[in-house]
C-alpha cells in the first residue's frame, strides 16, 4: 500500500473519520461535487395558510409549542447549510472545523428553541387505526387522498381545523389545537421529504396537551437532526430535510461565516418582546409583503372582564425575528464559505455565546434542564436512534477539552427507519436505548474549567489535526474571473513536504 504523506488530502490517522470515501468533502474535494443543497422545508407556506386563532394560544403555550410558533419562518441561507454539512462527520455527530470539534447539543436546542429536554423520550407505537385516531383528537375523518400510509395532509388539516367557529365548545377547540400543532410539528420540527405531509405518530402525544408538554421534544428534535444530517453528508445527496432553521441559527450564534448583524443596533441585543416580533420588518422585507412571516392573529374582541394574557417569554432563537443586514460580511456564495472555514481562526467562534444579558430575558423552559446538558446518551424520536456526543465539545461548556475517548460508529442504528415498518412499536424495539435515556443523569460528563484558549500545540490539537480533514476547499482553485480562494494556496504551504 502506497504511503501516506502530509500532502495527503484524507486524514493523516483514519481510525475515526471511518466513511471518508462516502463523504461529501471528499467529492468536494476531487471537484464532483460542487451544488448547493436544496430544501426539504413549508414552513413558509404553513405559515401563509394557517393564521392561529387567539382562542388556541393556550392550548399552544400549555403544550409548550408557543416558542416554535414565535419563531415562525426565518430566511434559509442554503450555501451556509451545504457548507456545514461538508463539516459534518456521521462518525461522531460533529462539526470538524479548523479549531476543534463543534456540534448542535442540548443545550443548543433547549435555549434557541426553548423545547424541553428532560422527560420521556418520544416514541410509542406506530400501529394506528387512521380513522379512529384522527375522529377521537381532531373530530373528523380524513379522505383517502389526504392520506398517505401513517402520514396526512398538512394542508388539508389547515382546511379542516384552521377556523374553528364563534360558538365552538372547548373540546372542539382542542381539536383545532392538535392539529395546529400536528402541522407545526411537520413543518417545522420534524417536516418529511416533500414537508407536506405530517406523520400521525405524533398525534397521541398530542392527547393530553399538559402531558405534551412533559416530553423530552428537544431530545427528538436533536436525534432527528442528527439523522438528517448524517443522509446529507454522504453519498452525493442533494437535499436535507430536518429542522434546518435549528442549524443555521446554530451557526449564527457560534460562527463567524455568513453571520448577519442585528440592522438596528451594533450591540449585542437580548431576546426581543413580543412587540418586536409583530412590529419588526424582517431581512428589509415587511410581514405583510413576505407571505412566510410570523402571520398576524386574527383579531377577536375579549369580553369586557377578560383581561388580556400576558406573552410569554421566548426562546433564544426569536431574536433573530428582527431586521438584519449583511453589508459587513458576505453571504450566500458557497465558494466563498469554504474558504472562511479552511482559514478559520480560534478568535472567529464563539464556544460560549449564552451568558450575561443574552440570557436574562429567556422562559425558564430553557434553562430548566442544564443537569443532563452534557448527558452522553442516546436520543430518540420513533424509529431515529442517534448519540449525543458532548464529551468531544467540552468547550461549548466552557470546560476543559482532552482527546475524546473512542465512539463507535453505531451504522446499525443509520440502516433502521421507519419505511415499511409500519406496524412497529418502536417503544419496544427500541427499549435498550430508552432504558440509557432514562439514566441519562448517570452518564454527565464532567471536566475542569476552560482556562483560556486552548494553545495550537495542546495535545488535543496535535491528536486532532491527524485524524481530521483541515481543508475542503480544493488546492490551487484558480478558475479564470472568478473568486479565487485563499485557502487552496494555506493548504499547498502547510502541507509541502520539507525539502
Avoid at 344 to 365: A, C, E, H, N
Avoid at 447 to 458: I, N, R, T, Y
Avoid at 485 to 492: E, F, L, P, Q
Wanted: glycine share 6%.
Amino acid at each position: 500500500m502506497a504511503s501516506r504523506g502530509l500532502h495527503d488530502a484524507d486524514p493523516l490517522d483514519p481510525s475515526v473519520l471511518l466513511l471518508q470515501d462516502r463523504h461529501r468533502s471528499h467529492f468536494v474535494e476531487t471537484d464532483q461535487l460542487q451544488e448547493v443543497l436544496r430544501p426539504r422545508q413549508q414552513m413558509r407556506a404553513f405559515l401563509s395558510l394557517w393564521r392561529m386563532d387567539p382562542r388556541i394560544r393556550p392550548y399552544v403555550i400549555r403544550a409548550g409549542f408557543y416558542g416554535i410558533y414565535r419563531l415562525g419562518h426565518i430566511s434559509i441561507d442554503w450555501p451556509l447549510i451545504t457548507c456545514l454539512v461538508e463539516r459534518w462527520r456521521p462518525e461522531t455527530h460533529t462539526f470538524h472545523v479548523p479549531v476543534g470539534e463543534m456540534t448542535i447539543t442540548l443545550q443548543d436546542v433547549a435555549i434557541i428553541l426553548g423545547l424541553r429536554i428532560d422527560g420521556p423520550a418520544v416514541t410509542g407505537a406506530c400501529m394506528l387505526d387512521v380513522a379512529h385516531l384522527c375522529g377521537e383528537l381532531l373530530g373528523v375523518t380524513p379522505p383517502a387522498d389526504a392520506v398517505r400510509g401513517l402520514t396526512i395532509s398538512i394542508r388539508w388539516l389547515c382546511q379542516q381545523l384552521s377556523t374553528p367557529g364563534p360558538d365552538a365548545d372547548e373540546v372542539a377547540l382542542e381539536r383545532s389545537a392538535r392539529g395546529f400543532l400536528l402541522a407545526l410539528i411537520g413543518c417545522f420540527l420534524f417536516p418529511d421529504k416533500k414537508g407536506v405531509h405530517v406523520h400521525l405518530c405524533f398525534l397521541p402525544l398530542l392527547r393530553d396537551l399538559t402531558q405534551t408538554s412533559t416530553y423530552s421534544w428537544g431530545g427528538a428534535v436533536l436525534a432527528h437532526t442528527y439523522r438528517e444530517l448524517c443522509r446529507a453528508s454522504l453519498d452525493h445527496r442533494c437535499s436535507i430535510s430536518g429542522c434546518i432553521t435549528l442549524i443555521q441559527l446554530w451557526s449564527w450564534e457560534r460562527l463567524h461565516v455568513g453571520r448577519p448583524d442585528f440592522g438596528r443596533s451594533a450591540s449585542y441585543p437580548a431576546p426581543p418582546f413580543a412587540h418586536a416580533l409583530h412590529d419588526d420588518d424582517v431581512d428589509g422585507v415587511a410581514p405583510e409583503g413576505m407571505g412566510d412571516g410570523l402571520p398576524a392573529e386574527p383579531v377577536v374582541q375579549p369580553e369586557p372582564e377578560a383581561e388580556a394574557e400576558p406573552e410569554p417569554a421566548l426562546p433564544l432563537g426569536c431574536r433573530w425575528r428582527v431586521p438584519l443586514t449583511r453589508v459587513l460580511n458576505p453571504s450566500g456564495v458557497l465558494l466563498l464559505y469554504r474558504d472562511q472555514l479552511d482559514a478559520q481562526t480560534s478568535d472567529q467562534v464563539l464556544w460560549q455565546p449564552y451568558v450575561g444579558d443574552v440570557v436574562d430575558q429567556l422562559p425558564d423552559i430553557c434553562l430548566a434542564d442544564q443537569e443532563i446538558w452534557r448527558t452522553m446518551s442516546p436520543l430518540i424520536c420513533f424509529d431515529t436512534v442517534e448519540w449525543h456526543r458532548p464529551e468531544r465539545v467540552l468547550r461549548q461548556f466552557g470546560l476543559h477539552q482532552d482527546v475524546p475517548p473512542d465512539c463507535s460508529y453505531h451504522q446499525h442504528l443509520h440502516r433502521v427507519d421507519a419505511r415499511g415498518r409500519h406496524q412497529r412499536d418502536w417503544a419496544t424495539y427500541h427499549s435498550p436505548y430508552i432504558a440509557l435515556w432514562e439514566t441519562r443523569s448517570t452518564r454527565v460528563i464532567h471536566s475542569p474549567p476552560l482556562v483560556g484558549m486552548m494553545d495550537f500545540q495542546d495535545p488535543y490539537m496535535q491528536w486532532y489535526r491527524r485524524i481530521t480533514r483541515r481543508f475542503l476547499t480544493p488546492r490551487l482553485h484558480r478558475d479564470d474571473m472568478r473568486f479565487h480562494t485563499t485557502a487552496g494556496s494555506m493548504n499547498v504551504m502547510v502541507n509541502r513536504r520539507p525539502g
